[in-house]
């Protein structure tokens, strides 16, 4: 059993850069090899998880690496490089 790194996208619907963002992530999980997924925020709070999108909801989207804050807005490409290589 391996234990890969988590990225979780937290994104809304309609967001370009959202959308922009999984896609580039997608790509980068095959080569960096890291399992992605992905929450709408504003799904979760509908379902009764207001936390992420208090937390976040104005800076998506958000990338969390092992549950914790990466970057947002934008992937920070070479620090997520670094950081899964270590």
Do not use: K
């Not at 207001?50 to 920070?76: K, M, N, T």
């Amino acid at each position: 059993m391996t234990n890969r790194p988590t990225v979780q996208l937290l994104t809304r619907a309609g967001c370009t850069l959202c959308a922009q963002a999984y896609a580039r992530l997608a790509e980068l999980a095959g080569e960096l090899d890291f399992d992605l997924s992905s929450t709408d925020v504003d799904a979760a709070a509908a379902a009764g998880d207001p936390g992420l999108r208090a937390e976040f909801g104005d800076r998506l989207p958000v990338v969390l690496l092992d549950g914790r804050e990466h970057s947002y807005w934008e992937i920070d490409e070479p620090r997520l490089r670094a950081d899964l290589a270590r």
